[in-house]
């Protein structure tokens, strides 16, 4: 019988292993080093990247013990602090920030503090007072106890005052009160006594002394004040206070300071409204030196230079050329934007024009001629309402330069009795149709032809008040640049006006909130 044959798939298989593990075990190799080769760069990397957390976790306190034995020694040496950190205090508080439970560093930190204390010690004993001030500094900033540091802080301010000589610096004061001589130089009696006190704060003579020089500083304020030299009063007051501004005397000076303030401003407004400018001026300085935030110097400066322009301009009317300049100067220097400052500038350029007009040698013929031109100027001017625009062109100058050229002539005087009213009617009409830079334009001619007019004073009012108003409005709409403008025109006309401050307040709101 003869064997059962072999399966032909088994045949098949024997027939094609050779084959395909020559294939397979070369891409298993492939696939083997690939995989130990990313292992091998994932090991590299963690422990490129984490080396530091691993030597840590793995060695915990080998930083720690490296710089408390780095403290130790730099306290062995008596090196307590350094600026590069190898002292003993960065030593032992780095230890401390990277384990704050470790009893090591803060017992460190503490014999470092006593150490300094002890250092501090020393160095006063040589002599060394910066070295025992700054190690005191160190010894109270590692908050050792405050008997041992008050101690040294005791015995260190001792050390200096007996350097200083204070008896002498007190006799000294003492001489220079009986003389007299209480501030103002550094012999004065109250420098010397401030610098006792520096180092001896409760030296009883010195405080005393102090007491006393003070009462008569203030006393001497008091002297400066009834002569009416409130510079000096309020200067001597001032060093008082900054003396000691505890003192019993000092707030009754300050109080009849105030008050002789508040009488130097009523003097003012009644000279002002005199029409003694000069007396006025020198009055406004003094408190604005005192006083410049005051609003009532603020006021004031408005209406001392509108009093000036409105000199200049009647200077100017009458050829006096330098007291017209010198009352605009003052004018512009107390508020350039002043009621009356732009048209007192143009009044003095016409006037010039006007006199060199005078000086041209006219026929009666050419100047009945040039009346007659300048007659048709303000009629034009008149029709177009320029009363004080362009310059040159305006009713107003070619009104002054009829008046230098004819001054008697009945149609001249008619020319200047129709503009007044003209510019009143202007103004008025203006303000009623809240047309509030037409009306400013007309109440500056009308201000300029008739500079004392008793109405000015009212129309500034009312106008600042309609540019508030018209400003407050046009702000509700958005229009943040015209309420500037308004606020600008409103301080220029009634710098007082009650709705002034709260609009102020509106429009520097609504530009803050627009940048």
């Keep these: 019988m003869n064997p059962t044959p072999p399966p032909r798939h088994g045949r098949r298989r024997r027939f094609r ?45 080998t930083r720690i013990q490296q710089l408390l034995a780095q403290g130790e020694r730099a306290l062995a040496q008596g090196r307590l602090s350094a600026a590069d950190g190898s002292g003993a205090r960065e030593s032992f508080e780095a230890a401390l920030a990277l384990d704050s439970d470790r009893g090591e560093a803060g017992d460190g930190l503490a014999r470092t503090g006593l150490a300094a204390l002890a250092q501090g010690k020393r160095a006063l004993a040589r002599g060394d007072v910066p070295g025992a001030r700054n190690a005191l500094t160190l010894a109270q900033a590692l908050q050792v106890p405050r008997a041992q540091s008050d101690a040294l802080a005791l015995d260190l ?10 008896d002498d610096l007190v006799t000294q004061a003492r001489h220079a009160h009986d003389e007299g001589r209480l501030e103002g130089a550094p012999d004065s009696a109250l420098p010397l006594y401030q610098r006792v006190l520096a180092l001896a704060p409760n030296r009883l003579d010195a405080l005393e002394g102090r007491e006393d020089a003070l009462s008569d500083l ?109 009352a605009l100067a003052r004018a512009r220097a107390w508020s350039p934007e002043a009621p009356g400052v732009r048209a007192a500038a143009q009044a003095i350029a016409s006037a010039h024009q006007a006199q060199a007009s005078q000086r041209q040698a006219l026929s009666p013929a050419a100047r009945a001629k040039k009346l007659r ?61 809240n047309r509030v830079r037409g009306a400013q334009s007309c109440l500056d001619a009308w201000q300029a ?50 709705e002034l401050a709260d609009f102020q307040a509106r429009v520097r709101a609504a530009e803050g909130r627009d940048r």
């Design 17 to 61: 292993t050779p084959l395909r593990g020559a294939l397979v075990r070369p891409l298993r190799d492939r696939r083997l080093w690939i995989g130990v080769a990313v292992v091998a760069a994932v090991l590299v990397i963690g422990v490129v990247a984490f080396r530091r957390p691993l030597a840590q976790w793995l060695w915990p306190d």
């Design 157 to 166: 301010r001792r050390h200096e005052a007996a350097r200083a000589g204070l």
């Design 218 to 326: 203030l006393q001497a304020a008091h002297a400066e004040l009834a002569r009416g030299d409130l510079a000096a009063a309020a200067a001597k007051v001032e060093a008082a206070r900054g003396y000691d501004p505890g003192h019993v005397d000092l707030p009754a000076s300050e109080a009849a300071l105030n008050e002789a303030v508040q009488q130097r401003l009523r003097r003012f407004d009644t000279r002002l409204r005199q029409g003694r400018l000069a007396q006025a001026d020198a009055d406004l300085e003094t408190l604005a030196d005192l006083r410049p935030a005051y609003p009532e110097v603020a006021r004031g400066s408005e209406q001392l230079a509108a009093a000036y322009a409105a000199e200049a301009a009647r200077r100017a009317g009458d050829f006096q050329f330098d007291a017209a300049d010198d």
């Design 373 to 433: 031109q300048l007659l048709a100027r303000i009629e034009t001017a008149e029709a177009r309402q320029q009363w004080l625009t362009p310059p040159g062109e305006s009713a107003y100058d070619a009104l002054r330069e009829a008046q230098s050229l004819a001054p008697r002539d009945a149609r001249v005087r008619e020319a200047a009795a129709r503009l007044v009213p003209q510019t009143q009617s202007c103004f008025e009409d203006a303000l009623r149709a």
């Design 449 to 498: 032809l008739s500079v004392r007019d008793a109405g000015l004073a009212d129309a500034r009012r009312r106008l600042a008040q309609r540019w508030i108003a018209v400003g407050s409005e046009r702000l509700g709409a958005g229009d943040a640049a015209f309420a500037s403008e308004a606020v600008r025109q409103a301080r220029r006309l009634d710098s007082a006006a009650p």
